[in-house]
C-alpha cells in the first residue's frame, strides 16, 4: 500500500514523526489536499487538516500528554473501549435550550426523554446478534430508568433487558439485541440520543 500511494502522491512528508502522504484531487472545482500517514500496521488516518493531523498522531503516539477527558466526562468511566463500538455524550446545559436531542429542557419529544436531573451516558456493544448493549446513563433523576427503559425498547420481557442502579447517578440499561426490528429501533434511539436524530 505505502510503494501505491508513494506513486500516487504529489510529496511524502513528516507529521508528528510518521511518514505521511499527500494527495491532491479536484472536487467541483476545488483543489482538496489529503494527508495519509500509516501511524502503525492497525490504524490509517486520512485528514485534510495538518494540525488536527498531527494533534491525532501525537495523542496516538503518546508524545503529549492527553488531557484528563475523564476529569472533564464521567461517562467515559462507565464504556468498555475495548469493545468493537463505543460511545459517549455528555449533556451541555449551555447548548440545551437550542439543541433538540438534549434531554436536560423539558420538552415533549417522540425519540429521546424529558430529563432536567441527566448528566451524560455511554454505550457499548460487541456488534455480535444476542450480545447485549449496555448503556450507562449519568443522572441526578432516580426515576429515569423507567423512561430510559421504555424510549429503548428494553423492558425486560422476555429476557431482553434490564435497568439496574450500579453507582449513585448511574443507571445501566442492558437490552439484548437478537432481533432485526429490535436492533434498528435500538440504534435509531442511540444516534438520537447521540445528537444525530431527525427531530420534529
Request: charge should be neutral; aromatic fraction near 10%.
Amino acid at each position: 500500500m505505502n510503494d501505491y500511494l508513494r506513486q500516487d502522491s504529489a510529496k511524502v512528508v513528516e507529521i508528528g514523526g510518521v511518514e505521511t502522504f499527500v494527495l491532491i484531487e479536484k472536487w467541483e472545482e476545488q483543489e482538496w489536499k489529503f494527508f495519509v500517514a500509516f501511524v502503525d500496521d492497525k490504524l490509517l488516518l486520512v485528514g485534510t487538516d495538518v494540525s488536527y493531523l498531527l494533534e491525532v498522531i501525537e495523542r496516538r503516539m503518546k508524545r503529549r500528554p492527553s488531557s484528563d477527558l475523564a476529569k472533564k466526562l464521567p461517562e467515559l468511566k462507565w464504556v468498555n473501549m475495548q469493545a468493537r463500538y463505543w460511545g459517549v455524550r455528555h449533556f451541555d446545559r449551555t447548548l440545551a435550550a437550542t439543541d433538540p436531542s438534549s434531554p436536560v429542557v423539558a420538552r415533549k419529544s417522540s425519540v429521546t426523554i424529558s430529563d432536567t436531573g441527566a448528566i451524560g451516558f455511554g454505550f457499548y456493544y460487541d456488534g455480535v446478534v444476542g450480545d447485549p448493549l449496555v448503556l450507562r446513563y449519568l443522572s441526578v433523576d432516580a426515576d429515569v430508568g423507567v423512561r430510559l427503559a421504555d424510549r429503548f425498547g428494553c423492558k425486560g420481557q422476555d429476557g431482553q433487558g434490564s435497568v439496574r442502579k450500579i453507582a449513585p447517578n448511574v443507571l445501566e440499561l442492558s437490552c439484548s439485541l437478537n432481533d432485526r426490528s429490535l436492533i434498528d429501533r435500538v440504534q435509531a434511539i442511540l444516534f438520537a440520543f447521540l445528537g444525530h436524530g431527525v427531530f420534529t
